[in-house]
């Protein structure tokens, strides 16, 4: 598997050079660390530390647009530039190797962190404060590598269940060899090791505890992944567990506010955040969000690439603070069609990252771990483990946060139906849609369009239907890497 070798390589350039959060004790911009010579002090721990954080801020902007655009919420809009239209159009449109990048870049840093987990052991620490640091450089590795094997099992795998534990999973690497060539596990040994990677970060991040906006990793971050994993496991006793473990903190108050919401999203608060990774205005920059909006000063109007369906709009209801928050209607020119759409706003740019310009960036920090999130994860889980009290807790918490309402006497079909709408509203536009789908065992339709004027027709667009179990749900595995390992297989469909 060279490819991937290369960029191992190349991710063990990358992680050593990667700039600091300033929160890892202040670090200074460094070179490279060879592997000989790069587990002799604390120093050397920060450093490898402060590259697996750089490397996680760059991944978490990856996977998520490119799945929502996969999915069922957004149409794609006559001027896009065949931006990532193979995902949309799905069928003959994506490419196996469309996805590639994610691989590479995944399999990289889960390289990395295997080299620092083996070479940490023989940095030698002279006192406790020390000490203490290098448990919690080493929590923040395991936990890092966890997150990487969840992501790709999930894009590259079957969905977890009884029937799919013993089918092909990816690749488990936990030692870097140059030279090694792995078949792919099983999903059930992906999730084991991804499990045990999330308990062994608990343990050594136990005494650091969860804060609002944490730059830096803690017992709240590994639980709440935790709760993440172990409901795309359907262990729905232990997603709930997990999800209310970090819920009762209370570290984390929901926001119930149009204007706090819109303050969040906008000039990136922290207070629903369990984790936001460190960003600047240098060299830690995040992606911005152009294909949603997109404003284009030469013709005074918004062009965006992709719209949010009307169906999606809909589903929010006119007291929701977070359709004031996630949309914003704009005039908008299209392809030379000129007219009005509603867009999506969920990233609208941080005033921080344009400042001394009247246009915005859309460049927003990632978020990728929000207390949002787990409401919706124990609402979901104990749905689904007979417990319809519990999960109307769950629900109602958050969505009386953000409408002033509250649901009553659910159960059943209805319970569920409830809650998945729930989690496509708040979730909505950060890359969850597809996975969760997958794990609802749903296929879908694209949405009705506002305007279909402003939209590309054809195959695969506006009336694109997907039914559940479609091979392209999951990603194939990158060609050149069948062709360098031989013990590699493809994905079905592919």
Known sequence: MKKLHTYIAAGLIIMAGASS??????????????????????????????????????????????????????????????ANTGYYRWGAFFGGDNPAG???????????????????????????ADADSLKHYTGTLYLARAYYYHRLIMRYAKSYSASTAATDGVPLVLVYDINAKPARATVQAVYTQILSDITTAEGLLADTKGQQGAITFNIDVATALEARVRLDMQ??????????????????????????????????????????????TTNEQPAGSFPYISYDLSINADNPSYVPTKTIIALYQANDIRKGTYFTTQPVSIDGVSGTLTLVNKY????????????????????????????????EAAANNNNPAGALVALNALHNARTGATYAGLAGTAL??????????????????????????????????????????????????????????????PSNDLTLNPNLKQNPGW
């Open 102 to 128: 994610y691989w590479e870049n995944w399999y990289a840093a889960i390289a990395n962190i295997d080299a620092a987990i083996t070479g940490f052991p023989t940095i030698k620490t002279t006192n406790a």
């Open 416 to 477: 569920t139906d409830t809650i998945r709408n729930e989690r496509t509203r708040e979730l909505a536009f950060e890359g969850y849609r597809l996975d969760d789908l997958e794990r609802w065992g749903l296929g879908f339709s694209r949405g009705t369009p506002q305007n279909a004027s402003f939209l590309l027709s054809g195959t695969g667009t506006t009336g694109l239907t997907i039914p559940a179990g479609d091979l392209q749900f999951i990603w194939a595995i």
């Open 235 to 280: 262990d729905w006793a232990g997603a709930y567990t997990a999800a209310n473990k970090v819920i009762t903190t209370g570290n984390y108050p929901l926001i119930t506010t149009l204007a706090g919401l819109q303050k969040y999203w906008t000039n990136d608060g922290t207070q629903e955040d369990i984790f936001q990774p460190f960003t600047n």
């Open 21 to 82: 959060c300033k929160k890892i004790n202040d670090l200074n911009p460094h070179d490279a660390i060879g592997l000989n010579t790069g587990f002799e002090t604390i120093s050397d721990a920060q450093k490898w530390a402060a590259g697996a954080y750089s490397a996680l801020r760059g991944n978490f902007d990856m996977p998520a647009s490119v799945t929502d655009l996969q999915a069922d919420e957004l149409n794609i809009t006559l001027s896009n530039n065949n």
């Open 348 to 379: 609208p740019g941080n005033p921080i990252f344009y400042a001394g310009s009247s246009v915005s960036t859309y460049q927003n920090a990632p978020k990728p771990f929000r207390i949002a999130e787990m409401y919706l994860i124990a609402a």
